[in-house]
């Protein structure tokens, strides 16, 4: 697509319930990040996908946080039994290849608030 | 490991004056530098970035040149406009992709 396509917009859950987020990057583009942004802070690393390769997982909060992505294609961020303080927006982004200088492209986010 | 510091805001500025933001970097390698920016309601996008040493990444009036010497990449800006109130994002990347906390400006008429 012409852009990073994140799914749903806005999300409103209750506390205890499992949400899946999605998002569809750039075609051909290798790399794909979820970040994590609560109101007025800044951006949270969550997990990286780089091809084939194993993800990098060290930004998960804890173990209700999981991410998959099939081969270079849509990502789903799952969160498990959720917390008010999973409230945030969370941004996916993606890019070509690992050259440090490409750049990344976000999406708008998916905006979850957890009542 | 790789990391950014970024100048903490709120920085509030009148139309027309002078902006810096400053960024310092610590990193491993030979990183990339970039701002991005977010403004109300939108999602990040790219200002503008830098390769290498030396380098000068420039965009909608914005500056920044890549200081190795110094490890810094600090955004300025001549004469800020109102549309220029946003949130300003240093980042690093080799692989990763290492934000700064951000800094919001507001420019008020």
Redesign the interface.
Known sequence: GAGVSQSPSNKVTEKGKDVELRCDPISGHT?L?W?RQRLG???E?LI?F?GNSAP?KSGLPSDRFSAERTGESVSTLTIQRTQQEDSAVY?C?SRVG?Y??????????SWLTVV | GDSVTQMEGPVTLSEEAFLTINCTYTATG???L?W?VQYPG?????LL?A?KADDKGSNKGFEATYRKETTSFHLEKGSVQVSDSAVY?C?L??????????TSLTVIP
């Open positions: 790399a990040y970040y802070q800044g951006l690393f990286y780089q990098d941004l982004a690992l440090s200088g490409n750049t990344i492209y976000f999406g708008e986010g | 030979y990183p990339s970039f991005y939108e999602g990040l996008q790219l970035k390769t994002f980042a990347t080799g692989n990763q992709f290492y934000f700064g906390t951000g």
